[in-house]
């Protein structure tokens, strides 16, 4: 029989993907990268500082902006340059994808290279419907792999979860922005990047007063652990270990015991832990 070279391609690119997460033992190989996932809100110098440091930038380096989630993808990219610019880093390259066609070898070559990935805010389900489980994906999983810092704001910090709140409300859709329920069958998540599993990030946490968006998602995705980062904030992931930076504060809820009871349309859990931390605090998942 005669197999096709895309097929013979595609598997043997499936087996080396494998190969380099699973090495022999068994064991699945930790990203040397690390994540600076922001809460949305003004981005303070402080705070540009900080994701430069955690990025361990050196003059030849350079920072690539995806700013899909934006209505206004130019606007974003120029934004984030003042950004960087007001921390001393000007080598910004923006590079908007529009679908898997607009990525050369070159572009993706830039992208696995890059030491800062920075993901501007807007709209996560726009930036995930370009990205997908495509060539951009598995581009930014290899530098986050390989040593890269993969970082995101508002959006760009919900994509970060393998499982990702939309914001849509589901028995509600007329969107007001409030959760003033905690049902079951009501929090829209999809995929995300899952650059980090196992959570569910929210943003623009407290000031937004996103509580019950997160208590549901947590009682009806057990085994998750529920972070909500409020503005002006940032948790930095290194591994199983986060830091919190920034001026305000980042809500961790816990279902240790996976309860989860309804009732009606209506969600109950018990032994929920909930913890208020604070900059320089640190916490595990």
Known sequence: MKLEFKSVFGWLMACLLLFAAFPGNGQKISPKGKLFIIGGGDRTKSLMDDMVKTANLKPKDYIIVL?????????????????????????????????DNDLSSERLDSITRAKLIYITGGDQTRFMGIVGTGKLYD???????????????????AVMSKKMLT????????????????????????????LVEGVIIDQHFIKRQRMNRLIAACLENTGHIGIG?????????????????????????????????????????????????????????
């Open 67 to 99: 700013p899909m989630s934006s209505e206004e993808p130019d606007t974003a990219v120029l934004y984030a340059k003042l950004d960087f610019e007001r921390s001393g880093y000007s080598h910004i390259i923006g590079m908007n994808v529009r679908t």
């Open 167 to 194: 914001g849509n409300s589901i028995r509600y859709p007329d969107y007001t922005g409030d959760f003033p329920t905690i049902e079951h069958s009501n929090i829209e998540i999809t995929q995300g990047l899952g």
């Open 139 to 157: 581009a930014i999983h290899k530098a986050y792999l390989n040593g890269a810092t993969i970082a995101g704001t508002s959006a760009g910090a």
């Open 229 to 285: 980062i409020d503005e002006s904030t940032a948790i930095v992931v290194s591994g199983k270990n986060i830091r919190v930076v920034g001026e305000n504060q980042v809500v961790v809820i816990r279902n240790p015991k996976n309860s989860r009871q309804k009732k009606g349309s209506l969600l109950g859990g018990k032994g929920l832990i909930v913890d208020i931390l604070l900059p320089g605090d640190k916490f595990g998942i």
